[in-house]
Structure formats: C-alpha cells, structure tokens
C-alpha cells in the first residue's frame, strides 16, 4: 500500500512539472499517479479526476481506454517536438537516435491505435 502512494506521488511530481513547462508530459504521469492512488487513496485519485481540463481525460481513459481526438493530436505534436529534439541534440549518437525515436514511434503507435471518446 505505501509503495503504491510513493509511486503515485514521485509521478504526480513529474506531471506537475508539464503544468509549467510545456514539453513534459503531464497526463502520461498523472494516469500513473491516478492508477497508484486507486489502489493507495482513492481520495487522492479522485483529486485528480476533479482538476479541471485534465481530470476528465484520465478518467475516462482508465475507465474505457478512450482518447480524445485533441489529445491525440496534442500527444503527437509533443511526441514529434520530442524526435526534432532527439534528431538536432543526437545527431552525433546513433544509438540514442534509435533507442528515442523507437521509444517516441511506440507511444505514437499507441495512441493513434486507442479508440475515440465516444460523444455523449
């Protein structure tokens, strides 16, 4: 039980830091936050539900494994800002070319693959 809550608050601290810096993924680490206070402080993942633009979201991501159409383009925006970082700062290192831009082409997969939220 307490591993689970240090688990949920080291990756809402790590979320918390896209609040203010725009390309650092904030939802990513909240729905790993979210997950580890639902088995930890369901009062703690029920804050989260409630912040306003991006509670919902993660709710209804973990309830039915849905994204939005905006946050699926907003993901791969940053996913891609992600690559044109790795390719000019790694251009000297192939094997951290590779290694990111597989790691970025796997989480571009996966979300493109994920099912629209329905409309209510």
Do not use: D, Q
Not at 72 to 79: E, P, S, Y
Request: proline share 7%; net charge positive; aromatic share 12%.
């Amino acid at each position: 039980m307490w591993l689970w809550r240090i688990v949920g608050i080291i990756a809402f601290a790590l979320g918390a830091i896209g609040l203010v810096l725009p390309v650092w993924p904030t939802t990513v680490f909240w729905i790993v936050a979210a997950l580890a206070f639902a088995k930890s402080n369901p009062s703690w993942a029920e804050w989260i539900y409630t912040r306003p633009g991006i509670g919902p979201p993660i709710k209804t991501f973990l309830e039915t494994g849905a994204l939005a159409r905006e946050a699926k383009i907003a993901a791969l925006i940053g996913m891609a800002f992600a690559a044109a970082l790795i390719l000019v700062l790694g251009h000297h290192h192939a094997w951290l070319m590779a290694g990111g831009l597989s790691l970025i082409g796997i989480g571009a997969l996966y979300v493109i693959t994920r099912k629209p939220v329905r409309p209510e």
